[in-house]
């Protein structure tokens, strides 16, 4: 039986792009991988339509976390400091590299159900001058939530502070206006919105933000200047997972010929709004209000007479994998993203699945 993923990430995979990763044996010191990875590095730009001399993407081997850790580790100058917005786990991640590297931060905390609070953020950048930097989630994956950078990014521009933004579960389906925010970095990954498999991940940066970053990096395996330079030149400073390769510029193609982000969104959208509202016939609440949520994962509570075990494993047989709520949330809530792909029949199948899952009978 064939298994669709509805964990945010990895994802179901199309044929292309399963089928890219049986591609030649290559070298990644040959032409061939640098004009694959020219190829990447150009359309991962094209998704938002950026200027390659502003901006620049960097490929990176490894999870959304290292992309996430090169872009702190790397883009924020020795002299910097970065306000960290946490309102789910991935918020609270970015405050323990912070901490693991030493580098001077502060912190807005927020439960995992509350959005960030604009007065607090604002009254602690007009009491720090320090503060070079804000750090925040996009999609906050803990709980759903979309946070707003427009807002945010007015607020930082007022205190000429730079965002640094986790893009990694929103990247490819969610408005990025690179433009208009204050943005230095961003980091994100291939197997999540862009459909591709894990193992590469990567950061757009501002060739400006990066230059005058200066000596920066903390690390060597993530100095995202070093990488940088490489790339540039059509190298590599280590050996990248050309497989994965393969597969993220069959996905980003993929991309390309559905329509981009925004078609990708409304289809993220069609699905998650029938399985929204196919719950709330059921009498399943979502965790988050209406229009609250990313279109690429929504929370909702579990019925009172099931465990979270029992619907996973009752949807499990019969075809789909759905995700738990992490820590305090992990007995209150489940998850279904819509990353990946995903037909109308198979959202016509779910719904009968939760149907059977909840009210069995
Ligand atoms: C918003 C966000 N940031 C970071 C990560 C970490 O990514 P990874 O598990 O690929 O390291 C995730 C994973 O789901 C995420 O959703």
Known sequence: MKMILLNPGPVTLSTKVREAMLGP???????????LQAE??????????????????????????AAVEAML???????GHVLVIENGTYGERMTKILQRYGMPHSRIEHTWLEAP?????????????????????????TSGRLNDLKALGECCRRYRVSLLVDAVSSF????????????????????KCLHGVPGTCFAIASREALASAGNASRTVYLDLQAYLEQQDRHGTPFTQSVQTFYA????LRELEDEGGWRTRR??????INAVRSHLRNLGIEPLLAEGLSSCVLHAFYLPPTLSYANLHDALKARGFVIYAGQSNLAQQIFRIS??????PSDIARLCAALTEAIRPN
Not at 172 to 191: K, M, S
Not at 248 to 251: D, I, K, R, V
């Open 25 to 35: 044996d290559l070298c990644h010191r040959e032409p061939e991988f640098a004009q």
């Open 40 to 65: 990447i590095r150009r359309r991962l730009l094209d998704v938002y339509g950026l200027d390659k001399t502003d901006w620049a993407s960097i490929l990176l081997t490894g999870s959304g976390t």
């Open 73 to 79: 580790s790397s883009v924020v100058p020795r002299n």
């Open 117 to 141: 609070d604009l007065s607090r953020i604002e009254q602690q950048l007009a009491t720090t001058p320090e503060m070079t930097h804000v750090a925040v989630v996009h999609h906050e994956t």
């Open 172 to 191: 490819g389906a969610e408005e990025l206006d690179f433009n208009e925010l204050p943005i230095a970095a961003i980091a994100a990954t291939a197997n």
């Open 248 to 251: 993220l510029a069959a996905a």
């Open 266 to 271: 409304h289809s993220y959208l069609t699905r």
């Open 338 to 343: 819509m990353m990946g792909e995903i037909t």
